[in-house]
T-cell receptor, first 117, second 109 residues
Framework: GAVVSQHPSWVICKSGTSVKIECRSLDFQATTMFWYRQFPKQSLMLMATSNEGSKATYEQGVEKDKFLINHASLTLSTLTVTSAHPEDSSFYIC?????????????FGPGTRLTVT | SQKIEQNSEALNIQEGKTATLTCNYTNYSPAYLQWYRQDPGRGPVFLLLIRENEKEKRKERLKVTFDTTLKQSLFHITASQPADSATYLCALDTDKLIFGTGTRLQVFP
């Protein structure tokens, strides 16, 4: 099966610092990766779509300068939360898409719990 | 405005019964609709996909229906077990996945 990993699984950081979260597709090449955010008892909200080698496409209301996304290879995308604040505390989940035909071939990582103190 | 709603925030049923979860949407015309399971503190796990021209899809104890006229999908788990307890999310597949609010299912012995 297709496996997507995230690192770290949880992180605590101080307000004002930056945090990088990695998303890797372990056994397939991902043409597209997606980053989601999920607040407690809420659904997943798409933040951005990232294609290998090109700039990420951000959803409305998501600050691209605050959430930096880099998709440097077909198996790795990173999300950097810059100058983190307590309101950025959330569960961040990535997914990776294999193939280009439909969203069917999309696999989710286990998520990263970010707590900003 | 565009909306995806899933029935009740929580659904409690007895083991062995059939659980039925609802997903209603407005102002979308998805080509596909997907259902996911999410356990606490984990990412979603894909369960089933149904295409707009399919009325019903089955996989083991799971069944999904898709009515594009009513703009509704029903997700059934037959012979439910306590291990089925989780949050179930529907997701509309346009050019990206848009998730519903989720229904937390609790199956008690």
């Amino acid at each position: 099966g297709a496996v997507v990993s995230q690192h770290p699984s949880w992180v605590i950081c101080k307000s004002g610092t930056s945090v990088k979260i990695e998303c890797r597709s372990l056994d397939f090449q991902a043409t597209t990766m997606f980053w989601y955010r999920q607040f407690p008892k809420q659904s997943l909200m798409l933040m951005a779509t990232s294609n290998e080698g090109s700039k990420a496409t951000y959803e409305q209301g998501v600050e691209k300068d605050k959430f930096l996304i880099n998709h440097a290879s077909l198996t790795l995308s990173t999300l950097t939360v810059t100058s983190a604040h307590p309101e950025d505390s959330s569960f961040y989940i990535c997914s990776a898409k294999r193939g280009t035909v439909s969203s069917y071939e999309q696999y989710f990582g286990p998520g990263t719990r970010l707590t900003v103190t | 405005s565009q909306k995806i709603e899933q029935n009740s925030e929580a659904l409690n049923i007895q083991e062995g019964k059939t659980a039925t979860l609802t997903c209603n949407y407005t102002n979308y015309s998805p080509a596909y609709l997907q259902w996911y399971r999410q356990d606490p503190g984990r990412g979603p796990v894909f369960l089933l996909l149904i295409r707009e021209n399919e009325k019903e899809k089955r996989k083991e104890r799971l069944k999904v229906t898709f009515d594009t006229t009513l703009k509704q999908s029903l997700f059934h788990i037959t012979a439910s077990q306590p291990a089925d307890s989780a949050t179930y999310l529907c997701a509309l597949d346009t050019d990206k996945l848009i998730f519903g609010t989720g229904t937390r299912l609790q199956v008690f012995p």
